[in-house]
């Protein structure tokens, strides 16, 4: 009998959370989606800023690639001529498109 007793009691228990205990776990619960969802935010924010400059350094180095290719100086500044040895130069140039600049080195010829 004693151990139906002690049995008995561990299920008859009738304790449960009260208000305070309720309204504090909702609390917290609150708070968290509130930081998770500034987070959510911000990284999908941040992403969309990274693919419009990704797109924009893209462009640039497309125009790049083709005043290369074809011989066009129009977006091209002479910044230094450098001595490589004794009978070789380099020509740094630097190309800006919008507000992407490139830095291109060149054999002198």
Sequence with gaps: ?????KTMHIFSDNS???????LVA?????????????GI???TRSEANASVSRNGADAAMQ?????IASGTTANRELV????????GKINTYTYTYGNYTYT???AAG
């Design 41 to 43: 935010a911000w990284a």
């Design 1 to 5: 009998m004693k151990i139906i007793r």
């Design 80 to 87: 230094a001529t450098t001595s490589v040895g004794n009978d």
């Design 104 to 106: 291109v080195y060149e």
């Design 26 to 38: 909702f609390t917290l619960l609150s708070i968290m989606l509130v930081v998770f969802s500034e």
């Design 16 to 22: 449960g959370e009260t208000m305070a205990e309720v």
């Design 63 to 67: 125009y790049l690639q083709k005043d």
